[in-house]
């Protein structure tokens, strides 16, 4: 299994449009998955300048930016990355 980043975008933008309930996302990463993903917050990923990338809240996995960020969606894409 190979270790993955995510990084929870912090900025108002991404916490008012849902990135305040993804503040304990460790809490919901399945127990088998935990040693293998390292979770960090981020002030400000700056990714909601640019509307090419769709809308708030953003996470990063590794370099893959993830748009309208959810824990079901986010909880998929760890999984997905970490089993390759």
Not at 10 to 26: D, E, I, P, R, W
């Amino acid at each position: 299994m190979k270790k993955v980043t995510v990084r929870v975008c912090s900025g108002t933008t991404c916490f008012v449009m849902g990135a305040s309930n993804l503040q304990m996302l460790h809490e919901y990463v399945p127990e088998e998955l935990r040693d293998w993903v390292d979770i960090q917050g981020a002030h400000c990923l700056e990714l909601c300048r640019d509307r090419n990338y769709g809308a708030a809240p953003y996470i990063t996995i590794d370099d893959e930016i993830v748009a309208e960020a959810d824990l079901s969606l986010i909880l998929e894409r760890i999984e997905q990355r970490v089993r390759g």
